[in-house]
């Protein structure tokens, strides 16, 4: 099949897989699609996490009238298929059962239980396979699945609004409302697409936060506050145990859930190391700017957001400053101008 055709299907591929974005994690989002002489005859995505994978999905979708072109048809998929059993059985099986003789892949597996053992499986029950289309679209759609399993850490999103000449927040620390309230809704947005949250215990004092998302649909994120010497009081928001939250300290805090870190030395890389192993799979940084200026200058960080927001204010906390970001994107939301970057 010339190329030009295997991106188009590709493409479908991505578009389904996008459609479980929230649902999914820690899987990855994967689309297929089974192609018999040019039509669709079926399609599917992964929906829900422990639910059916995409080749499940897109292969039950074909019609009673269609199935007997299964076996003429070529399967393509965003993923490698799986070859182990996790909560479902492995695809590579299931499309060799069905007589599929061709697999278009997007990008293969990071994940060390398949990571080219789906290949392997096709190829050996002769299964013609073709990888690597579309793979870096494939490959960015899952960034955080692949920074997670890739780094053996949580993709790292950085978060903060500044006042149009650069501060962060008022003289002496004071919270001020920086940002308009259409993109506090869309930071709650955010919130609802990361799996956990994380301010230092400046922040956490001075602020009282709630760290929750209310303003969107969805998910809760896990609240993480870095308060290595037990500063922020019982009494503030993030001890409300409304939703989990856990506590960076240097001292063992027996109510609480708690990672212990050692000292200042070396805290993110401990601090990552042991959300990776609490299989949190990525982390929005919301402040202050020392927390936002540690991840940076420890180059733990792999998105960057900054809202600039239409009023200077006469003095302040000045706003971190990014080292090695490349800028992606911009938008215009109200008064709000929005700066995406990405870490180069
Ligand atoms: N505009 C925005 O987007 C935004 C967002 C959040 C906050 N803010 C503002 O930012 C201000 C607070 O910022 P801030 O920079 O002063 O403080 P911060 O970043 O909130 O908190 C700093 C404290 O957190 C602990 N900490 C965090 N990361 C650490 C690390 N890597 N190593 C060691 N300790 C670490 C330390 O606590 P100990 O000193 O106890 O060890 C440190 O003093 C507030 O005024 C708040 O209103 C603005």
Redesign the pocket.
Known sequence: MEQGRDEFFMARCLQLARLGAGHVAPNPMVGAVLVCEGRIIGEGYHRHYGQGHAEVNCIASVRTEDRHLIPRSTIYVSLEPCAHHGKTPPCADLIVAEGIPECVIGCIDIFAKVAGKGIARLEAAGVRVKTGVLEAECKALNSRFFTFHGLQRPYVVL????SSNGF???E?????R??HPVTDRLVHKWRSEEAAIL?????????N?RLNNRLWSGRQPLRII????D?VPASHQVYDKSQPTVFVTTKAKPDQDHILVDG?QS??PQLLQELHARSVQSVLV??????????IN?GLWDEARV?TGANPLPT??V?PTLHGAVLEDTLLLETDRLFFYRHG
């Open positions: 978060k903060w609004a500044q962060i927040a008022a002496g620390g004071r919270p001020v920086i940002s301010v230092g215990a400046k922040t956490a004092q001075g602020d936060p870095i308060d290595l010497n500063k200042v805290l993110l919301e402040g202050g700017a020392y927390t936002l200026q540690h991840f420890d809202i302040g906390v706003a």
